[in-house]
């Protein structure tokens, strides 16, 4: 069965840390791209970081310098570690595998940055 499953989500002040992470099953992990991206209320989906299956990375500017991609092609996981993580940082994250085209998502882990 083809699955992402997200987890490490979770309430945090601001300037603390979070790590996400996203397991993969029922797919050959290391032939995809892998991707964090995140949803506020009201506002449209974003891509957040990739990681190309050679291990290229990319970052929207609000994260970078704050957040870091990474893969285990091992484990089949991708992470996601959030450093100094403020108030506009919070939504719900997704992971997305995609392969040519074909997007696969979970189903979403929450962050909430507030004091």
């Known amino acids: 069965q083809v699955q992402l499953v997200e987890s490490g989500g979770g309430l945090v002040q601001p300037g603390g840390s979070l790590r996400l992470s996203c397991a993969a099953s029922?797919?050959?992990?290391?032939?995809?791209?892998m991707s964090w991206y995140r949803q506020a209320p009201g506002r449209e989906r974003e891509l957040v970081a990739g990681?190309?299956?050679?291990?290229?990375?990319n970052y929207a500017d609000s994260v970078k310098g704050r957040f870091t991609i990474s893969r285990d092609n091992a484990r089949y996981t991708v992470y996601l570690q959030m450093n100094s993580l403020k108030p506009e940082d919070t939504a719900l994250y997704y992971c997305?595998?995609?392969?040519?085209?074909?997007?696969?998502w979970g189903q979403g882990t929450q962050v909430s940055v507030s004091s």
């Open positions: 997305n595998a995609n392969l040519r085209g074909l997007n696969i």
């Open positions: 029922g797919i050959n992990f290391r032939t995809y791209a």
């Open positions: 990681i190309t299956r050679d291990g290229v990375m």
